[in-house]
């Protein structure tokens, strides 16, 4: 085993004398290291890094000490707050300048942006019910096949169109016979649903820029749109 001898004044390491016990090295710091001087020298078990000598003590310099001392870089999480180095659990759109926590405003923006898309076309082709009956959802698809059918009764001369399927209230599937007047109700009814969801999204779109950064941190994207969605 070994003791580590560090002198006083700077604290640096001198000398790492191998002894037989602890409390041999003690009685006899001479018998193990010739050069010591206990005004000049001080040991102690541990090999310090950075060490400190307080009321006679050796220890480890703190994070603090180090920092002071320039010896220290903050991490990405860290402040000084009070003297005391702190670590922050960070959001994704958050970062410390300056000491201080701030908002990616153009991260956070985009990312309400994304979640906004989803909820527009979420609600854009929920399902509604038709003539108290029917259900039936307002996806692209739906829309496409609705649009082509209009186009073939148009060159046809037909005023109905045998076949839409829907779903009853229970989900089952059921085939109905759609005249002229249905198609351009049902057409309608999606129109202005597809609409309404891009008018939600427009309203929300254009008062972000206006948000303070604690509003856009707690900013709600499902609650916003709902709430600007029962508006309209």
Same mark, same amino acid.
């Given at each position: 085993?070994?003791?580590?001898?560090?002198?006083?004044?700077n604290l640096s390491i001198i000398a790492r004398p191998t002894i037989t016990t602890l409390k041999e090295f003690k009685?006899?710091?001479?018998?193990?290291?010739? =050069?010591?001087?206990?005004? +000049?020298?001080?040991?102690?078990?541990?090999?310090?890094?950075?060490?400190?000598?307080?009321?006679?003590?050796?220890?480890?310099s703190t994070k603090e000490e180090l920092y002071k001392a320039g010896k220290y870089i903050l991490s990405s999480n860290e402040i000084v707050e009070n003297g005391k180095i702190k670590t922050i659990k960070l959001s994704e759109f958050e970062y410390i300048e300056d000491n201080k926590i701030k908002l990616n405003r153009n991260k956070k923006i985009e990312s309400i942006k994304e979640k906004l898309?989803?909820?527009?076309?979420?609600y854009s082709e929920k399902e509604f019910i038709f003539? =108290?009956?029917?259900?039936? +959802?307002n996806r692209e698809l739906d829309k496409n096949n609705l649009n082509s059918i209009?186009?073939?009764?148009?060159f046809s001369g037909k005023d109905r169109f045998e076949g839409w399927k829907f779903k009853d209230k229970q989900g089952n599937d059921v085939y109905v016979?759609?005249?002229?007047?249905?198609?351009?109700?049902l057409s309608d009814i999606m129109t202005a649903q597809t609409t309404k969801a891009m008018h939600t999204e427009s309203k929300i779109l254009k008062k972000l820029d206006n948000?303070?950064?604690?509003?856009?941190?707690?900013?709600?994207?499902k609650e916003e749109f709902e709430k600007e969605w029962n508006k309209i």
């Open positions: 085993m070994y003791v580590v001898i560090y002198d006083k004044k009685g006899n710091p001479v018998l193990f290291y010739p =050069d010591w001087d206990i005004a +000049k020298h001080i040991w102690d078990e541990t090999e310090f890094k950075n060490p400190v000598l307080e009321n006679g003590d050796l220890r480890e898309g989803i909820f527009k076309t979420q003539k =108290d009956e029917y259900v039936q +959802k209009v186009t073939m009764l148009m016979t759609l005249m002229k007047q249905d198609i351009v109700a948000l303070t950064d604690d509003e856009l941190k707690e900013f709600n994207v």
